[in-house]
């Protein structure tokens, strides 16, 4: 496999994702989609150590900042990005894997929300997803699903 060209990387918000969901969900150690289970998505919602995440405006736009930021510091390529209430999009070029460069984006938005929110909270669910981009047509489409398709 060729040189990816840029990475397509989408995280959750912590407790608006969970296994059993009804939109679909992944579990590590099986390929594909699974369908939703209610008593699996019930058992999740009771593990969880506290209240589901959904970002605020202000919050978004602190998501949004950072990440830019981020990239700036770091010589990233910012393709795309897109802060939802409840999950983030990023299309992005940089040298690092990308497990490397979404754990830095969530590490440094986590910061700079706790600062702005006072408190110390989970704000993201254990990893994402990290798609690798290997050409242009595919940057392009995942460009346009960004910016246009949420």
Same mark, same amino acid.
């Given at each position: 496999?060729?040189? #990816?060209? +840029?990475?397509?990387?989408? *995280?959750?918000?912590?407790?608006? *994702? &969970? #296994?059993?969901?009804? @939109?679909?969900?992944?579990?590590? $150690? %099986? ?5 939703? @289970?209610?008593? &699996?998505?019930?058992?999740? %919602? ?5 209240? +589901?995440? $959904? &970002?605020?405006? /202000? ?16 010589? *990233? ?16 070029? /940089? #040298?690092?894997? #990308?497990?490397?460069?979404?754990? %830095? ?7 700079? &929300?706790? %600062? ?6 989970? !704000? !993201?669910?254990?990893?994402?997803? $990290? ?20």
């Amino acid at each position: 496999m060729s040189e #990816p060209i +840029a990475y397509h990387i989408t *995280w959750t918000t912590y407790g608006t *994702w &969970l #296994p059993g969901d009804a @939109r679909g969900w992944v579990k590590k $150690t %099986e390929a594909g989609i699974h369908a939703g @289970r209610e008593s &699996l998505k019930a058992s999740a %919602e009771r593990g969880i150590a506290q209240a +589901a995440v $959904t &970002l605020s405006d /202000a919050q978004r736009q602190t998501v949004e900042e950072t990440i830019h930021r981020h990239c700036h510091i770091r010589g *990233w390529e910012i393709h795309a990005l897109n802060v939802r209430t409840n999950h983030v999009h990023v299309i992005v070029s /940089a #040298p690092e894997v #990308p497990e490397k460069v979404m754990g %830095e984006f969530k590490a440094w938005c986590s910061r700079k &929300l706790n %600062e702005m929110a006072g408190v110390n909270q989970k !704000w !993201w669910t254990h990893h994402g997803s $990290t798609k690798w981009i290997n050409d242009g047509a595919y940057l392009e489409n995942a460009i346009r699903y960004v910016v246009e398709g949420q």
